[in-house]
């Protein structure tokens, strides 16, 4: 009966201490996930980015998709990264726009801005750039000075009328136009 008990009892501890040493090599084989610390370390070209309330995942810059035969729908990075300081927070925000569309053919354009909170890219602000256009510039944005600087086109179709050029600047709640407008003439590429 001895033998019976303690070859019982070194079964347990044998059983015990194998499942505590695969549960501590689960937990040592794990590697720790990387600190984002600033937006330059969110990869937006391979993003997962939300839009008319469907998710779209980006691999190198650019998604696609067959909507009938012979015509895609694709959305992709046109213009930036561009990065500075917008919210006075001393930590840099990242601005670039979006296309999305008919594959080579009239689409809609907007300027995102993200900015980094609790390690997450958190958006700021989606401003349209161009709507139902096949005008597309070679930079529809930039920042400067602490503030975002956006050029929108003008027309429909191939046709462009004209471009606006609007200043934006921090209110503390959201990005906010800055005195009027400038109009020009079109400089689609």
Known sequence: MKRLVTAFVLLVLFAMSGSTQSRNKRRASAPPLPSIITIHQIDFRNYTFPLDGKSYKLIDGFYAENVAPGVQWGLGLVDGPYYGDLTGDKKEEEAFVLRYGQV?????????????????AVLLATLPVAEGSSCQLDHYIKIEDGMLTVERVYGSGQRCDYTEVTQYRWDGRGLTPVGAPTRNQCRCT
């Open 104 to 120: 080579n053919g009239p689409g809609t354009a907007e300027a995102r801005v993200y900015t980094l909170r609790n390690g997450q």
